[in-house]
């Protein structure tokens, strides 16, 4: 399988008959087994589940059948989506002894109907509350650009697996940024939703109130493909890229940036001629709120399994939640009243503006020997800190596009950008009109 060929290349290329699925993916197979080893973006491989459905896919064909749009396409989900037969266990080892899934998570169901077979999970920062894929029980997962530094996470298998080229496309979920600090590290495509538009169903929760599913994806068509067949919609007719608005967020968004995140998201700004700043108000304590309503829900989630099976969590993992299920109950009302606040606040600009751009990182991936950022001129844990620019955004439930820059003179770094609530067309009519310069794409894995 040569990389970096995409989902809708695969699936045309089983359906005309150049390629079978069984060969599709025995070398996925092979790819992942032979050469997954140094990176580690997956933790299991469905051998015999995946190649028996290529070979009915390709029996289909054979009998003259029609195929549907993705038949024959490999994809990894993040271990939290339920499989089939599979036990999930959300980057732990605390739930391996659950019953296997009875059914699939819903989205994993529309995507295997859509003929796409899921050949493996794929590594995570336990029980998704991180933003490094550190995982004490499987392993960290590496950048595939630099194996001296960080994929990001919680969904850092997923986005490192599309960057290394092993799958045209991954599942993910996002909380507080957890598709979009990989992508951005990892040089991928990642679609976070408007929250509740993807189905949750059969997916291991972190925090009830800001989980969303979302995915990555090699190119820009791949990801709109395959969203629309996880939403189980007809696509949205995409705007014209004359007629959104465009700002740029300023404030908490444009400090801490390192200069070659800077230069990047100025020539971004530059080329689509915006001129209008925007910044919001009291997005310190949109992350804090962001904060401590994931730690609360979390915390009080895991709280009965903690207090039976606490040395089996990750002392890291652990010491969080059990700090969470002890924050004050009138702590995380507080926060909730504020989200509802800044969600109004955040709502009404859309009223100005169609699209608002903002950096995901701060920085290119940190080193694993030094998984630091400088924040306010002091270095700070990573895996806690990554987030500084995607929590705020994740209390007002908006779709957020991130978007490999190119030409950066450093590792991949990512672009936001943000939309109102279920305009996903917005963000996808932007994107395909950036497709046309050379500042974003794919980031070429060497």
């Not at 003259?64 to 271990?79: A, R």
């Not at 995409?238 to 200069?259: D, H, K, M, Q, V």
Request: aromatic content about 8%; glycine content about 8%; some cysteine.
């Amino acid at each position: 399988m040569t990389r970096f060929v995409s989902a809708i290349d695969i699936a045309t290329a089983v359906r005309t008959g150049k390629k079978t699925a069984v060969s599709i993916i025995e070398d996925t197979l092979n790819i992942l087994h032979n050469q997954d080893c140094e990176i580690n973006s997956t933790t299991h491989l469905f051998h015999e589940e995946s190649l028996e459905k290529a070979k009915q896919i390709d029996r289909d064909r054979e009998a003259g059948k029609p195929l549907p749009i993705l038949s024959g396409v490999p994809f990894g989900v993040k271990d939290l989506y339920d499989i089939v037969g599979h036990t999930t266990t959300a980057g732990s080892v605390v739930l391996k002894d659950n019953p296997p899934a009875q059914q699939d998570a819903v989205i994993v169901e529309r995507l295997k109907n859509a003929g796409a077979i899921p050949v493996a999970t794929l590594n995570m920062d336990e029980f998704a509350y991180g933003f490094a894929t550190v995982n004490s029980h499987y392993g960290t997962t590496r950048n595939p650009h630099d194996l001296n530094c960080l994929a990001g996470g919680s969904s850092g298998g997923s986005a490192a697996a599309v960057a290394a080229g092993f799958l045209p496309f991954t599942l993910g979920s996002d909380t507080n940024g957890s598709i979009r600090v990989p992508a951005s590290l990892c040089g991928v495509w990642g679609l976070k939703p408007t929250f509740g538009r993807l189905s949750r169903k059969g997916v291991y929760p972190f925090s009830a109130s800001l989980d969303v599913a979302g995915h990555f994806a090699g190119s820009l068509d791949d990801l709109i493909t395959t969203f629309h067949v996880m939403d189980g919609s007809v696509p949205d007719t995409e705007p014209e890229y004359s007629s959104l608005r465009i700002g740029r967020l300023g404030g908490w968004f444009a400090e801490n940036l390192s200069s070659n995140v800077e230069m990047a998201i100025n020539r971004i700004c530059s080329y689509l001629n915006v001129t209008k700043t925007i910044e919001l108000p009291k997005v310190q304590n949109a992350r804090a709120a962001s904060f401590l309503i994931t730690a609360a829900e979390s915390g009080n989630l895991h709280l009965p399994r903690l207090k039976e099976k606490a040395s089996q969590y990750d002392p890291a993992t652990r010491d969080r939640l059990l700090a969470g299920a002890l924050l004050p109950a009138t702590t995380y009302l507080q926060a909730q009243r504020f989200r509802n606040w800044f969600r109004n606040k955040i709502h009404n600009i859309f009223k100005e503006v169609d699209i608002l751009i903002a950096p995901a990182v701060m920085s290119e991936a940190p080193r694993l020997d030094q998984p630091t950022i400088i924040v306010n001129g002091q270095p700070v844990s990573a895996r806690a800190n990554l987030g500084l620019y995607t929590q705020p955004l994740s209390l007002p439930g908006l779709p957020v596009l991130c978007v490999p820059l190119l030409n950066t003179q450093s590792l991949p770094i990512g672009l936001q950008l943000i939309s109102a609530p279920r305009k996903e067309s917005n963000l996808f009519s932007i994107a395909r009109y950036l497709q046309n310069s050379d500042l974003i794409g794919r980031f070429k894995f060497k």
